[in-house]
Each structure stands twice: as C-alpha cells, then as structure tokens.
C-alpha cells in the first residue's frame, strides 16, 4: 500500500464520536479525517467539523461509503447501526474501526464479520481499555511468560455513578452494557477463551434496576480454556471514581494495577492523611488509550497488518455477556458452547 | 470474678502451642501460664516450659482438667483431640481458648458446643485473623455504618509456597484446611451469614494435588444474608510471600488492606524501582494478632463477657467449607441450609 | 478585548518552540496559531507548521512584531534574545509569553520588565511547573491555610542523566540552568520571597563538570519572608527517571507529592517486587502542565486578568540563583539584598 | 567466653529502664536480667522487677558494680550519670549499654571512652534508629555498593508533639536533644564522617522555644569526608505523628523509606480518600529497633565481637550537634574540626 496517511469518514458525531474525531484530527499524525456524516448534522457540529480541519460535512451516510477517495470509517453511531454500517463498508472495500459492541444480535454480528472477512478489509472493535497503560502492563507481563501460566484473573471494575432508569431501561442490562468490557479484559489479560461463567447478580442500591430485571451489583466466575480462573466483581456506583483494576496471579509470581489518581498527593495532620481520588470516569481514565486505540488502528492499515482487536474480539465478550446473563437467569453454570 | 490474673493450663505444646506459651508468658500481663501438657512432654520442652516460668510440665492432660487452681485452657493440641478436649475442660468448669478447626465433624462441634454453653463457660475458637490491624480496620470501617450497607465482600488468600503432599493428603482440602480462615473473614466483615456458595477450583501448579482430588487454586463465591455478595480467591503458592488482602465496596465507597510489607523502602535505578516484598508467612503477618487474640480471651474471662470469637463462629466456617466442597464436587451453587 | 481567540506569533521553532506551538494549535482552544518566525526556518519547519494550520512562516521575527493583527507571542528562541523581544514585542503592544530565563543579566530584564509594563502588556514567563497538578495540589493546599503557616519548603529536583559536557559549559550553572526551576517553586510554594540562601555544591559524578567550575549535586538552604526555612537538594543524574518532588511541611501538617510514574502497576514474584518508573523527563512529566501554562496565558489576555507567573516571577529566581552561586563560591550564607 | 547467657544489671528503671528491662527480660533469649538499681526504688518498681524475673532490687548501683557474678550493665539512668557509671563499670570489668548522649561534654565523653578502651569491656551507645528495618535497608543498601557512592544523605525526622516548656529549658537545645539521632543517623547511611556542617533554625510555632534561645524548626547541610552532601530536616511538631524517613541518592540510583503506618487500610469515598496514619511516636516506631539492639550488644558480648555502635560513634553526633549549635549562633558553616 502505497498511502502516508489514512483517509477517514467518521460515522456518528455524538460524544464518543468527536471524541474519537479530535483524536484523530490532533493526536494521530498518520490519519487525515476527511469527513464527518452524522443523521442530526447542524450547524453546531459543522463548525466542530471545521476546527478539526475536517472539509466534508453530511447527514447522510452513504456519501462516505460511495467516496473512493475514503480509506477507513470510524463507526461511532448508535448501537443499532453498528452491523449494517459495517457490511455497507465492507461492501464498498473500507477499513473499519467498529465502537463496541458490534451488535446484540449473534446472527448479526456473524454476518458483519463474514462480510468484511470477504471484502478483505481490516475491522478493529472498540475495547479501548486494551491500550492502558495499566491493563496493558499486566497483559504484557503475563504473556511474557517471565511469571509463568496464568492461574488466577481479577477484574475489579466499577463506575462512579449510577447511570439514569431511562438509560438502565434500554442497557441491555449489565452483562452486555458494562461487564462487556470486562469480559474482553479477562480474554486479553488471560490469553485463553473463556469456557464457562457462573454469575451472581443484587439490586442493592435501592436506585430500582430491579424493575427493569437488572442488577447494579455483580460477580461472575469463569474458566478458561488453559485451565485459569477468573472472576470480575461490578459496581454501578463507586462514588470515589472510577474503579478499573486488573491482577493475574501465575504460577512465579502476581501482576497487579492499581487506579491512576488525580495527583501523586499526600497530605498529613492530626485529623489523617488523604491521597487523592482515581480519576473521575472514562474519559479521564482511557484518555490516551483512546488516542493509541486509534493509532493502533492506523498503523494496521498502513502495515496491512492484523488489527489488534479483531472482529472475533467483537463477538466473544458478547457471547460472555448472554452466558453470564443466562447464569444469573438460571442460577448454574453456564457453558459458552450454549450459546449461539 | 474477684480474679486479678486468669491462670491457664496449656494443652499441646508444638508450634501452635508454643506460640501461644510464649505470647501468654511475656505479652498478656493479665495471665497466668502455670502448666502445660503434651503426650511428648520431653527435656526441650521443659527447658522452653522453665524459660516461660511454667511451673508444671505434664504428658497427662488430665492433670491440668483437675487442677482447681486453673480457670482456662488454651487447646492447641491436634485437630482430633480439640472436641473431646473441650468436653473435658467445659465438665471441669474451665474456660477454654480453642483452635481452629474445633473438629471436622458437624456433630462433634455441636456436641462440644453444647458441653461449654450448658457449663458456662467461655470458649473463643482461634480464628487469629480477625485480630490483624488491617482486616480489623476494614471490619471496623464497615460496622461504622459510615460507608452505608455492605456490597462486596473481597478476600484475597494466598499462601507462600505449596504445603507437602503428605501435609495435603490429610489436610481435608483445601475449603477445611485453607479457606476456612477466608469464610471466617468474610463472615466478619460482613457481618452476616453467608447463605450460599459456588465454589471453582483447579489443580494448577503440577505440584500433585490432584492425586488428593484437591485443587491448589479455588474462587469461592457467595451470598449474604443482608443481600450482600462476596468472593475469595485462593492460591496454594504466591511465591513472593503471605498474599492477605480484603476489601468491602459498601453503598458509600470502599475500604481495603493492602499486605504488610518488610519494610516500606523503594529501591530506584536504571533496572526499575523495587519495593518490599509482603511479610514471608502467618508467623510474621500475625504475629502481633495471635497476641491480641489472647489478650481478648483474657479479657472476656476476666471480665465475664462474651469472646470475641464464639463457638459458633467456630462452626460456621466449617459448614460453608462443606458446602464449598460440595458445590465444586457437584458443579453447583450449594446452598448453606443443604449442609448438616 | 472584543476577541474570541488570542491570535498567536511564535518566535523560535526548536524543540520547546514547537512544544508550544503544538498545544496552541490542538489543545487551546481560544488560540489561534497564526505565524512562526525562525532564523533557521527550512522545508521540514514549513512542513510542521503546515501540520499545526500555521499560515505565515517566516525567518525574520520583525514579521511578527509588525502584523498589527497578531495580538500576542510566545518567545521560544534561545535565550539571548529573549529580553530583546520582550522589548521590541511590548513597542509592538503585543502580549508575551517568554520562556525562561528572561536573561542572566539582572540590568536587561529590569529593561525588558519596565517595557512590558510601559506598554501596558500582559508578561508570562515559563516556569511550567507550577501547572503541574502535583505542585500545585501542594501549593493550593499551603494557600488554603488549612494546614496554617508554612514551616519547611522541600524539593528534590533531579535530571534523569547528565546533559553534555558542550551544554554544561554554557550552561551559567547549575543554579542558573537547573535549579533555578526550583527557585521559582520554592517562592510559589511558601508564598512568600526568599530572603538568604546557603549553598552548598559538588562534582561527584566524574562527568566533569569541575573543569567548568561547575557541580553536579547541590543542596540549597534557604529563608522566606515568612519565616518558614527551605531546602532544595538536586542532582544532574538520577538515572530511574525524572525525580521531581515537593513537600511544605506547616503548623498543622504537611502535604507532599510523589513523582507520577509510568504505569501504577506492580509485579511481585519470589526475585522482589517491582513497580514502574517515575517519567523519564520533563516533557513526559510536564506535558499537562505545558497546556495549562498556555491555557492560563491565554486566559489572562482574553480576561484582560493579571498572568500566573508574572515578570516579576521571572526576576526573581535569577536573582536567588545568583545568590546560591555567590554562596557556594564565597563559603557562607548571602542575602538576596545583596544581589543587584 | 563459656557464657551461655548475659548476665546483666540495669541502672535506671524510669521508662528507658523498664523499655529495656523488658525487652531483656522477653526478646532476647541470651540475656539473664538479673538485678535492677534505681535510687528512687520502691515497691511499684520492685513489682515490675518480679514480673520481669528480677532477683535483686537495689537502691544503690555499687551493688551492681560490686557483684561479680554481672558480665553487663545496661545504663539507662538520667544524662548526668552516664560518664561516671561507664566509668565505674568499666573499672568493674562489665560490658556497657549507655543510653545516648553519654554526656554533653566532650571531655568527660572522651574520659569515660578511653576508660572502657583500657579496660577491654565492650561499650554500645543506644542509637537505636540503627536497628530499625526500615533505615537499615538503607543502609544496607548504600553499603552494599550496588547503587554506586552517596551522593546525597536526606534525613526528615519530626516529633510527633511539643514537649513541655520545662523539658525544653533543660534539653541542651534542639540539636543536642533531637537531631543527635539524624547526626548518627547521616554518619550511618553516609558510612562517612561530617566535616562540616550549616544550620538554620527558627521558632515558628508559637509555642515559647524562643524564650530559651531554642528553636522548634531547624535545617541543617553537612559536607561528608567521602564527598557525599547531607541534609536533615527537623520539627517538633507533625501531628500527624513520628516522621521518620531517610533517603540516599547515590550515583546508580537511590534508595528512601517511607513511614510505618498504623495500618496498610485505604478507604475511599466521594468525601476522598484516607490512608492510615504513621506510628505515633518513638515507642510505636522503634518497638522491634530497641530488641534488635540489646539482641546486638548481647550477641557482641557473646560472641566477642565490637558492638555495632561504638564509643567514638557516641561522641560523633556530639560533636556534630555542637557545631550544628555553633552555625546556627554565629550565622556560618562550621567545620567539625572547630570543636573540642
């Protein structure tokens, strides 16, 4: 391939979506973001558009896949778009950067990875947490095998607020709208399938995801296909930030993350000694990752390599989420070969 | 009680025992060591017994039952004598201090219960933990009130380094033997029975424990009476020391231990930054607990209220060991109520 | 000031010119970038101002003084010519953001000082430290009075490993060159104007810096206005990383900071227990803090409001530099009053 | 030597006294304590002796002077004693343990030095700090060579409190009382002697140190023989208890201990995060230090080895706290070779 840099349509100007346009636009020197298409295109967004040097602003879609001149799309719209966007880009022989998750459909999802396997395009999902430099050190850690095989994998992962009922109401529920990104976790960090999940779940909060069938309190246990075991404990509500730690215990030895704090601060009197809080929530937290999720992306379709969170990463945890869900639902194990 | 020192009968004088000596002799002002009793009794252990300034050295344990000058035992005799001992001591009318476990044998437990109760006298069951600085701060923290209800319960429990197969091959396994310290914490720091368990486990290491059908790493999950959830993890070999943590993700916030460490020195150059490893093993992390422990004993004979540990915390940890073992033979969440 | 943005001339497009030049172009908002002047300006400068939507290059900076539609500079050239342009910047009634030092000639940034304060325009110099959000949590929780007055001002400042020998030798010093970050830092810190100083100095490295009447390691004595007593101890070598910590010990407490590290994890085997480097110089460590700075300057022209670091700030610490290197030299305490 | 245990006799049995006696009496299981002389003897402290396994209780130390069948005497009576008793026990042929300072006059130190030489009795000076876990891994550390030579010795040490304003008045001043242990303390880690020292000092607390020509907060740099910078930091007052941290950076890198804290708890909310307090006070801190001292000097004495702290590393700190006293009066660094 013969290309300095990668022409990018982004789909979606929502919150993850300029997010991910300002990163593009100033934080990855190889990507040139060239239009923005977004179905509530106003004026609001175009001049977001004209800051980020982006030329071409549309409500419709379609005006990205059937330019030639694109090389990627960056799909940042709404959930219930993800699969068709990406067999639209697929078709018209675009690399694809997907948001999590792909979809809520098996089915749907199967057949958006199998188009853009045939079309021969690059596909990368969104499990940004991968490129943290935390998560990242334990999963280098562990897979340089200086500590030998993985035993136990711990995710602790916690938001710092509950999310509104309207919001809870359409989740999907907390498997598939938070554990999700854990469920990758688990998968990257141990370097083996999950096999099995046991999940328990509690609406303890009082906040009512109880009526929605939800819990906002969960841990769920699985097995992995190297004979590891793991476990991720959620909470929809840490109220002192932004919980998200990571630990494999192996065979030589441990590797653990602890949160990254506002500041490096202690302060000392005879009323105790406070440090600071981890940072407030996502965005303060994946910050840079989301900055080297998309360079990643980049380079793999500069070096025509293989991105590294492919579209089998998007449907895995996905498959976890409904095992884990159906756990819950029938309080046994669950096998990953019941699902799909 | 016109009593200015609790004088106290030995029974058993291996490590436990000795421990116990030693800390009774020089760190419990308010108690007496005046005799001690061990089917080996031999010259070292008098000579120990003589450094104590025990005045009496038995092989008979009868001896020290039917000495009206004692008012407590501390039981650290094999597992297998703890039952009929505390039969022996409660019909004497003698306080008793026990290790833990009281027995394997749901019967025998109530049995010996039932003897102390109907006797009067007080029995605190040896469950160390719970006198540790750190598991005490976040026991505390949580029965404040002051973080809201108890969401999740964590405990992380891992030993150095892997016992010998002919310590595992009567050990119980690794629910009775290890983790029976973990379902005590849990208990406590919940401060609420735990209702169910499943429990997963797995022989890892290559050490053998498999030949045992045992497992050298074990996640236990379960539920609380107060609706809480709770998880331990277990290894049989953390190599770089006596791996105790525990943490509670109230309403509120949360509160953790870290581990003890050897010093709190950091060791910076071009190779990295090193700190100390935790404390090698219960004898150094427990140390100043196993006092507090005794003194807490001391103190409720002397002043005629209720030990910190029961008899029926005693037999609680044993059933939901049981049941942990039952759910990892039966692949199922086993409830507490099937056991006994 | 009818202005949306602050329209931006940048002298000087070597490293820290285009450090600044990058943040103005991506992460503040209200700058507009609109010229670069560089005696060396070549093919790849025009290149990466093309990358920053920089419109006029140039290699005369009398382009910039004299564009009546350029409202402010950042002077990023070598030192000696910075109070220059501070004059010739303030005649052009432009704003100045100047990095330091103003000069080494305490005569000439009175001149430039007096210039700028004549024309009425805002002056910032960069002492980017103080943006850093350790330093500031120290230096906002010693104003606050909460901890009361100050006692003791600390700073470990150490380089990550010696610059060459050809820097050294024009260097000025290592007052004059290194701690005089320090110096301004201990003035922001205790709030209050250093009144003496005690040097002490020594060539321990064998690098060489005694063949320039220089040394590698010094330690710092001083007093404040206030009262309070402070210590600066620095090294040109700390070859784990950028080794930059403050600490203000009060009347009812003290509140310190650590160096932030690369990654907040830790690694615990049988061989000790490691965890991540502090960040290896000042760009990875003060990253954050270079946008701040040109965020708060900025700021301070849109809100016609005093500058955070005025020029009065950037006298100062050349004067107290002046004064440790007259201490070390002459062997005893020297007052500030006696510099200048 | 055919000695199985020290026989020893204590001088002095106020709050030192006891300290020792019972950690000879408990901790160090080759130590025989066996008479106490105390001239305000009475019968509290004739109790505490039978608790400790005391035979003989005296007012008069001659008694214990006299007695043949005593290898040692540990002196822990008032300051003004401690030269004649080493004095006198040397003349008796016993090995001495002096509390520090063994006096504040140099002549009288020197006097009772040479005494203890000549009569080949061995002679160890109670700075405990050296036998503290936490500053002997920096010790040990620096000693070892792996980080190359010191460059800079830090030493922070503050009291937890004010004492009295009648204790102050009899102190012999800030540097005598309090730094003496970080001037044994830098001469330990430095493994290098002071041969100059500059102090400042102030009284900033409000709390009358002033009106004895004493000072409350105090700064002093040192130069070392090898080459290497030194600085202490001192405050009567951290109320957020015993500040007690060292550091040495040295060429290759740098090692440092924090405090230990009362417990390794974290506890997060949305109010913040709080961490555990550092120990107290002396007796908190330095609880294992003061066994593993006596454990030392016994182990000399047994095994006919010098003791770990001399006679001359009892007159150094003097020295250096004299000079300290000197700088800080006539405004000037001081050389150790202007004193005495």
Redesign the interface.
Known sequence: MEMKKVRIGLLGAGRIGKLHGENL???V?EAALYAVADPFMNDATRAWAA?M?IEKCYSDPEKIFSDPTIDAVFICSSTNTHADFILRAAQAGKHIFCEKPIDTDLGKIEEALAAAKKAGVKLQVGFVRRFD??HK??HD?VASGR?G?P??V?VTS?DPDHQSMDYIKVSGGIFLDMTIHDFDMVRYLAGSEVTEV?A???A??GAGYEQYGDVD???V?M?FEN?????I?N?R?????Y?QRTEV?C????????????????????????????TWFFLERYNNAFIAEAKAFVHAVLTDTETPVTGFDGLQPVKIAMAAAKSLQE???VLLSEIG
Do not use: F, W
């Not at 004979?227 to 476990?231: E, F, T």
């Not at 509500?237 to 930030?241: F, L, P, R, T």
């Open positions: 636009a100033h934080a020197p800051d040097g430099h935390n050190m334990v850690t500590l095989k035993n136990i711990k916690r046991t328990y779940g509690a303890l909060s309190t969960a841990i246990m097995k004979g590891a075991l793991g476990v404990d909470s509500a840490a109220h002192y930030g919980d215990h065979d030589k030895g441990c590797v653990q993350v602890a949160n990254d704090l506002n500041d490096m601060s202690m302060i000392s009197s005879a009323d105790g000694v406070e440090i600071a809080k981890p309080h046994r194990p």
